[in-house]
């Protein structure tokens, strides 16, 4: 049984939940290169979607804006539309 039975689009918040996916998933990591708002078509059919993590280093630095993190969800909405 998958970690994630019945997900269309996984969405890992920061490199470090990016790489714990690949793990889960028994995948290596050379074709799926973390960045923010990339996705990634799984072998399963399933979307992986990455975003920068919402920590204050990235927030307050201006790394991950409201606008950035917005756009990811309204786009991992979209993934999810049949």
């Given at each position: 049984?998958?970690?994630?039975?019945?997900?269309?689009v996984?969405?890992?918040?920061?490199?470090?939940?990016?790489?714990?996916?690949l793990?889960?998933?028994?995948?290596?990591?050379?074709?799926?290169?973390?960045?923010?708002?990339?996705?990634h078509?799984?072998?399963?059919?399933?979307?992986?979607?990455?975003?920068?993590?919402?920590?204050?280093?990235n927030?307050?630095?201006?790394r991950?804006?409201?606008?950035?993190?917005?756009a990811?969800f309204?786009?991992?909405?979209?993934?999810m539309?049949p």
């Open positions: 049984m998958s970690h994630f039975q019945g997900a269309r996984i969405l890992a918040l920061g490199r470090i939940a990016h790489e714990a996916v793990r889960c998933l028994k995948l290596k990591p050379g074709p799926y290169l973390f960045a923010h708002r990339a996705e078509a799984l072998p399963d059919g399933r979307t992986l979607l990455d975003s920068y993590h919402p920590s204050r280093q927030t307050q630095t201006g991950l804006t409201r606008t950035m993190w917005r990811v309204r786009q991992s909405t979209s993934l539309d």
